[in-house]
């Protein structure tokens, strides 16, 4: 089974920051990597699949890179709205989502 | 637009079963692989199931396998997870979501989960 673990679990920023979260597999997942976000009380929506491939309608402030092992998931600058929680999932082996962080309004 | 609606949800005790069903509207169904993935209480998503859009490959977590199946009916366009023999930690809202062509993928389209509550 692959293990996907994010860093860190929780952060706060300021409104225009730019925020990082980074994502590691337990084995090689080449770019086999998306990633969501939830609101509270709200179902996910997918930003980025395939490592950086940026979803139809989602701004472009949100990117993501990486490959192998280890990828990366960044706000240029976080906007109020942007307050999730924000998950990754690999598909290279079945689908395991990694636990999330979560980001908050300094 | 897309829409997936859950239904079935509700209180069961452990060792029980429960039937959830998924509504889709809006897509070609049977062209669309779907999946079910689940929320305990303030934890994590964890994916439990997948299906093909025709129903001929299914996919299961390990922590369901040989309790839960993933169906589908395309004249209905339903999908439909039956949960048999269930436990406390089964506890969740179950969302069903629209992957692509592959089946293991991303989920694009997310219902509004339906929750289900395994307790005496």
Do not use: H
Not at chain 1, 7 to 32: E, H, K, W
Not at chain 2, 58 to 78: L, Q
């Amino acid at each position: 089974d692959i293990q996907m673990t994010q860093s860190p679990s929780s952060l706060s920023a300021s409104v225009g920051d730019r925020v990082t979260i980074t994502c590691q597999a337990s084995q090689d997942i080449t770019n086999f990597l998306n990633w969501y976000q939830q609101k509270p009380g709200r179902a996910p929506k997918l930003l980025i699949y395939d490592a950086s491939n940026l979803e139809t309608g989602v701004p472009s402030r949100f990117s993501g890179s990486g490959s192998g092992t280890d990828f990366t998931f960044t706000i240029s600058s976080l906007q109020p709205e942007d307050i999730a929680t924000y998950y990754c999932q690999q598909y290279d082996d079945l689908v395991t989502f990694g636990p999330g962080t979560k980001v908050d309004i300094k | 637009d897309v829409q997936l609606l859950e239904s079935g949800g509700g209180l069961v005790q452990p060792g029980g079963s429960l039937r959830l069903s998924c509504a889709a509207s809006g897509f070609s169904f049977s062209n669309y692989a779907m999946g079910w993935v689940r929320q305990a209480p303030g934890k994590g998503l964890e994916w439990v199931s997948a299906i093909s859009g025709s129903g001929g490959s299914t996919y299961y977590a390990d922590s369901v396998k040989g309790r839960f199946i993933i169906s589908r009916d395309t004249s209905k366009n339903t999908l439909y997870l039956q949960m048999n023999s269930l436990r406390a930690e089964d506890t969740a809202v179950y969302y069903c979501a629209r992957s692509t062509t592959m089946v293991l993928y991303y989920f694009d389209y997310w219902g509004q989960g339906t929750l289900v509550t395994v307790s005496s």
